[in-house]
């Protein structure tokens, strides 16, 4: 059987973990029919007068397998199927009879995260600005009885800083194992390099820590890793991802300066991708002392767009709301971004960031292709940038988009023949802005005009980089008791796990 990416012009290998190898239309009529397999693999379904019919494959859409190389499990449908905008109505309404019946004590305070991707989308299809959507979905949420709106550009500043300061430890104690091996040449020039593991935070995972880094920031990409190639894991960054940092942001620090507990406060993601479902459903994002999750909720640009809908909301014409603290903004109210790609900028900030740490090296601008070489891949999904000493290679970064880039990479880890120190990973052609939840163009705008219009809009946001973002910085101190502080690694990183596959498909076992 063959998984079919709906609208992402990428493909998955079949894999024996899939359990409808064939589709079969239940009628009344066929009820009884027995299927048959012939000597070449192909499938027949055989009425009870022996009438053979040679049935067709089935095609799964990314929304039914969530990126992931077989079918989830029942237990993570259930989750995903619980995660909705029903489930945001049902709390509100809740929160409407807890007033109305004086029993404040049962009321929930709700607070939504917006992805800047998931901006974007809905500034393209209503011809509006990043800003006025910000601002108009502040006061259609708010409308809603939502307490609280921000955005994921502010913790995705953590994540960027998080990421670059974990590759600088992997790449140090790299350069010290370097060394100790070959103390005559212990320069950094080759770029092929020896791995161990690292599973957790601390000075004795990073003695396991291995090269390249992988960005950690798309679920698609960690739940394939996870489900199909265990032996990635330990190359995978351990940052979380802005969402979940998000999910920490709002469930520790607000809660403790709202006075109230972490189970009390509903915190919901406006996001581009479906496989956020999943990544909020982890159990490494659950509290077990307060039973609640970091993020409870998970809809999507589409859904968003469907409350719209259901509520008679027109965003053309709405008023607008005031931005609420964690959205990243200029004094002037604007909206802000971090530079580099509309996936987070990971490569372009982890590189420079390194440049400076480890080289002494100022003025890259990755984004500029400025003191960095950059070359295109054989697709337009996948490109690498070196950074250079007397034209020698130092750091050689990668990014690859989409399954078919991403199988590449493993292959070329797995063989131990890769080149490079860091790749930023997506599973989606084009990355985050053409995410599974974003909105679709109209039938007369071609796909991919539709995504460089989106991602020209993310991008004419202007950029700050996290380093000058003072609310993160304070919230470092203030929060997280200091950068490299243990409360640091535990609300700011995170592990994976490979999943033992025991699901066999009988019927697609050849004898």
């Given at each position: 059987m063959s998984v079919i990416l709906k609208d992402l012009n990428d493909y998955i290998a079949p894999s024996q973990?899939?359990?409808?190898?064939?589709?079969?239309?239940?009628?009344?009529?066929?009820?009884?029919?027995?299927?048959?397999?012939?000597?070449?693999?192909g499938y027949y379904e055989v009425s009870l007068d022996g009438i053979e019919t040679k049935l067709q494959t089935a095609q799964i859409t990314l929304d039914d397998c969530l990126a992931c190389s077989g079918c989830i499990t029942s237990a993570e449908s259930v989750l995903i199927t619980m995660q909705s905008q029903e489930e945001l109505y049902n709390v509100l309404k809740l929160n409407k009879?807890?007033?109305?019946?004086?029993?404040?004590?049962?009321?929930?305070?709700?607070v939504i995260s917006i992805a800047p991707q998931s901006i974007a989308s809905i500034a393209a299809k209503y011809d509006l600005t990043p800003l006025q959507v910000a601002k108009r979905l502040t006061y259609f949420f708010k409308s809603l009885g939502v307490h609280y709106v921000f955005d994921t550009s502010f913790s995705r500043d953590f994540s960027l800083l998080e990421s670059a300061r974990e590759f600088v430890e992997r790449f140090r104690?790299?350069?010290?194992?370097?060394?100790?091996k070959d103390p005559v040449n212990n320069d950094v020039k080759s770029t092929r390099i020896k791995r161990n593991g690292t599973s957790g935070g601390g000075?004795?995972?990073m003695s396991e820590a291995k090269l390249p880094m992988l960005a950690s920031a798309c679920p698609g990409w960690i739940c394939y890793a996870e489900k199909t190639h265990g032996f990635i894991l330990p190359y995978v960054s351990q940052t979380k991802s802005p969402q979940q940092i998000m999910g920490s942001?709002?469930?520790?620090?607000?809660?403790?300066?709202l006075g109230i507990k972490p189970n009390n406060i509903y915190h919901v993601g406006v996001m581009m991708c479906y496989d956020k479902k999943l990544e909020a459903s982890r159990p490494d994002f659950f509290s077990e002392e307060y039973q609640t999750r970091d993020v409870d909720c998970v809809i999507t640009t589409g859904e968003v767009v469907k409350m719209f809908e259901e509520s008679d909301y027109d965003i053309k014409t709405s008023e607008e709301s005031s931005l609420d603290n964690f959205t990243k903004?200029?004094?002037?109210?604007?909206l802000l971004r971090s530079s580099g790609s509309a996936s987070g900028g990971y490569l372009e900030f982890i590189l420079e960031y390194t440049a400076r740490e480890i080289f002494n090296i100022t003025g890259v601008d990755v984004d500029k292709e400025q003191g960095v070489i950059v070359k295109a891949g054989r697709n337009k999904d996948f490109k690498e940038i070196t950074l250079e000493i007397d034209g020698k290679p130092v750091l050689k970064f990668?990014?690859?988009?989409?399954?078919?880039?991403?199988?590449?990479?493993v292959r070329k880890i797995k063989s131990n023949n890769s080149p490079y120190h860091y790749v930023e990973v997506m599973a989606c052609p084009s990355g985050c802005i053409n995410g599974g939840g974003q909105l679709k163009p109209d039938e007369k705008i071609p796909i991919k005009d539709w995504i460089l219009h989106v991602n020209d809009i993310y991008r004419n946001v202007n950029s700050l980089s996290p380093e000058k973002n003072d609310v993160?910085?304070?919230?470092?101190?203030?929060?997280?008791?200091?950068?490299?502080?243990?409360?640091?690694?535990?609300?700011?990183?995170?592990?994976?796990?490979?999943?033992?596959?025991?699901?066999?498909?009988?019927?697609?076992?050849?004898?």
């Open positions: 973990a899939c359990i409808k190898p064939v589709e079969v239309n239940k009628t009344s009529d066929n009820k009884n029919n027995v299927i048959k397999i012939d000597d070449s693999g009879e807890a007033i109305d019946g004086n029993k404040l004590d049962e009321k929930k305070t709700v104690f790299y350069q010290e194992k370097q060394q100790k000075d004795e995972a942001v709002v469930k520790d620090y607000l809660a403790n300066k903004t200029s004094q002037e109210e604007e990668a990014s690859a988009y989409g399954f078919r880039n991403i199988q590449n990479l993160v910085l304070n919230l470092y101190s203030e929060w997280l008791d200091g950068i490299e502080s243990e409360k640091s690694k535990k609300l700011l990183r995170t592990q994976y796990h490979a999943v033992e596959t025991t699901l066999v498909n009988p019927l697609a076992v050849k004898w």
